[in-house]
């Protein structure tokens, strides 16, 4: 094949799909490539052995864990998507939701002054929760109907407040709030890592908290859903879209050479096993041009914790989220556990999955995750990587390389997907504008009209 | 007063080399037309046809590749509880049929295992005008025998079809649709409903499958 396209996308993580599916709808030419023969880069789920060979090449996996290989979907990034959020935005509007199932997240969990307890999303729960004394709970529930209230064009909405000039640390003290309260509004709602939005303006908190609130009202028991047999899916559903539309797909197919213009400024195509590929543009994750990317200074560590129970103090749910605030074990940044089982088809039948996950701030990460693994209780088998995290050097507009950045340590997918957005931007020229694609019956009429 | 037995959902994936007809049959099935010098097709690489045999309907849920089977690049998602498979393959290009014997290789490793599978020879009506002449100036490369024979050692149905002339396609459709396991049996139903529970419709308001029966 020696083909020209107008992009040529490298890397089948979840952005790098996003943007080849996107890009395909608006009739862009696409080919895409992995040098892996599986979907999904590090948002891939991986089977048994496959995780077993990630993370422990030396040991066989252990024989005692049960199911078949693909009964086993141990995502490499643990993150849920918020009902209310971005990405469920963009699956929806690109029908990609017919392609993958979803299920509610059963619980979001926030650990307070050694116990663990469920997060308030709203003013009734916050009055019957287990988080606060009575005084606080009045407190919190201002709190909240403050947030819901609020409306920018109505200065009595405001109660002397102002978003843009406050900063987050006086609205909460407007209200009293408690420290620890102040720590699971932020951590647990807002779902920031640290604390240094106490002393930013408050607005990006207020929309955080209000994504949250929404989010939970969608459905009901948590903020969040995930798709049926892991996060792995979601790419792979948008390389479907991609292909659809006419992209290429080309996987197990390492790049031999990366080929630039004359006086060698720019992008201009690349050489594979299947021959040559040009395009003006490529997009890539950080691993196919390592010479253009950067340490961010950030390093993650994560833990895959194999287990056959549930969360003690969790009412045996089958799936929460459950952070613990910095504060509150006198870290900088928090720890959040993903946990699932298999309601959500990623583990057989009897089996929990626990990602344990932060940023690493000493010599020892390990250790850094231990007020976690004595939440979980005990453990089959633990898996740990750690990941660099990398973003890129220059935009891409002057050489035609657009790159992404590496997933951060963040429970969701909301600064996944304003990199999807802001890479859109760089690359169309436009901000995305998402438009319903035609349904199931609609393509089947658009296909009966056809000539 | 009853109401119709509600379609079955079946998904039907289809796989085989490019150009062997794989589109071309669906659009045969779904909307009884042909198209000559059919364009890959885009924008419609799922659709749905109900199809009624006895006192049962089913309702397909047609999986095309849409190029991605080009470089071998199918995502496992293409399989995942797929209950029927075409396995389709030219008549008319030996090689086809070889790399059918791949597919139904492939079916057997990545779908669930009673997964309902139909070897398909198409492009019949190339060959149909010199079936029993002389054997040598036919564009039939890839025999019926030997269609026959490889569905038999692998348990598959067996169809020489015509997207052209529509020759036995609604056979291919309705043949599967006899031989898949009532629903509630199969491993894919089974997977499907024990995890029906707390489901969520990002869509929003599309199940509300109960207003449809309403009878005021
Ligand atoms: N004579 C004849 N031509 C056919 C028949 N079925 C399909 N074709 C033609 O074969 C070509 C390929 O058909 P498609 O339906 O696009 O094949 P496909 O398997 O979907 O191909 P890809 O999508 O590229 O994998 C088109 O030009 C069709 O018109 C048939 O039964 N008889
Ligand atoms: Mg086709």
Known sequence: MDEEYDVIVLGTGLTECVLSGLLSVEGKKVLHIDRQNFYGGESASLNLSQLYSKFKPSSQKPDNLGGRDRDWCVDLIPKFLMSNGELTNILVHTNVTRYIEFKQIAGSYVYRSGRIAKVPSNEIEAIKSSLMGIFEKRRMKRFLEFIAKYNDDEASTHQGLNLDSNTMNEVYNHFGLETGTKDFIGHAMALWSNDDYLNEVARPTYERIMLYVQSVAKYGKSPYIYPLYGLGELPQGFARLSAIYGGTYMLDTPIDEVLYSEDGSKFAGVKTKEGTARAPIVIADPTYFPEKVKKTGQRVIRAMCIMDHPVANTNELDSLQLIIPQNQIGRKSDIYIAVLSDQHMVVPKGYYLAIVSTIIETDSPHVELEPAFKLLGTRLDTLMGIAELYEPVDDGTADGIYLSKSYDPTSHFESTTDDIKDIYFRVMGKPLVLKKRADGEEEEEALNGLE | ?216
């Open chain 2, 1 to 216: 007063m009853s109401l119709p037995n509600p379609a079955t959902p079946v998904k039907l994936v289809l796989l085989g080399e490019a150009a062997v007809g794989k589109s071309s049959l669906v659009l045969r099935f779904v909307s009884n037309d042909f198209q000559e010098n059919k364009e890959p097709t885009i924008g419609a690489a799922f659709l749905t046809q109900k199809c009624t045999i006895g006192d049962r309907t089913i309702k397909y849920e047609i999986w095309d590749t849409a190029g991605q089977e080009r470089f071998a690049s199918l995502a496992p998602m293409y399989y995942r509880n797929a209950q029927a498979a075409l396995v389709v393959y030219d008549i008319t290009k030996p090689a086809s049929f070889i790399k059918a014997r791949h597919w139904v290789k492939e079916l057997h490793e990545q779908a669930s295992k009673d997964i309902t599978i139909a070897l398909v020879g198409n492009k019949y009506d190339l060959v149909e005008s010199d079936e029993g002449g002389e054997e040598e100036d036919s564009l039939r490369k890839v025999s019926i025998e030997e269609g026959k024979s490889l569905a038999a050692e692998e348990n598959l149905l067996f169809f020489e079809t015509s997207a052209k002339t529509s020759y036995n396609v609604n056979d291919v459709f309705i043949g599967i649709g006899s031989k898949i396991p009532s629903a509630s049996s199969t491993e894919a139903a089974n997977q499907q409903s024990h995890v029906s529970e707390g489901r969520v419709d990002l869509s929003g308001g599309v199940n509300n499958r109960g207003q449809d029966a309403c009878p005021c």
